[in-house]
């Protein structure tokens, strides 16, 4: 075994427990540090396969820009109620049937992939023309739907700290 796979190895490992220890946190600073993990593990896998680009992007936007607003959230939220912000999860049931669809769909979908690049031999700069050409509307739907889903949090946020002031 290399250098390079048992980087790629710990960083898997890495990743998959920072993710994991994500569910089981009920405090939602730590789930935030976690979430740095698992992204910052993400970035370095994808420098170890030789997609600095995609890496260096993973850092910059995500493990960057994402979790220092989320931290500033959670700052300015815990100031407020001046008590540390919980969180806790009740649908158990409706998130293990929605990553369980999920799961099934990316595997129904990476199947469909050999029909698409019958060689077998799926490449970066390929998948990259691929999304930017033959379903460049997707793409867009998808960043739109994240957007918009980002936005209907925040309101959402809002709204249940309203509700609850004296």
């Known amino acids: 075994m290399s250098i390079g796979q048992a980087g790629l190895y710990f960083f898997m490992i890495v990743g998959g427990i920072s993710a994991t220890a994500i569910l089981f946190t009920r405090n939602i600073f730590r789930a935030v540090l976690m ?13 170890l396969l030789g ?27 815990s100031r407020l109620s001046n008590k540390p912000l919980n969180i806790s999860s009740h649908n158990l049931a409706g998130g293990l049937i ?9 595997i129904f979908c990476y199947q469909d992939l050999n029909t698409v690049y019958p ?24 960043a739109i739907l994240l957007l918009i889903s980002l936005a209907g949090a925040a309101i959402i946020a809002a709204t249940n700290f309203r509700r609850h002031e004296p």
């Open 119 to 142: 060689s077998g031999i799926i490449t970066y700069p390929a998948i990259g023309i691929s999304l930017l050409t033959d379903f460049a509307a997707p793409f867009e739907f998808s």
């Open 98 to 106: 929605g990553s369980l669809s999920l799961l099934a769909l990316l």
């Open 35 to 47: 979430l740095l993990a698992t992204l910052l593990s993400t970035a370095a896998i994808y420098i």
């Open 51 to 77: 997609a600095e680009f995609v890496g260096i992007t993973q850092i910059l936007v995500y493990a960057g820009g994402v979790v220092i607003l989320l931290i500033f959230g959670i700052m300015l939220t």
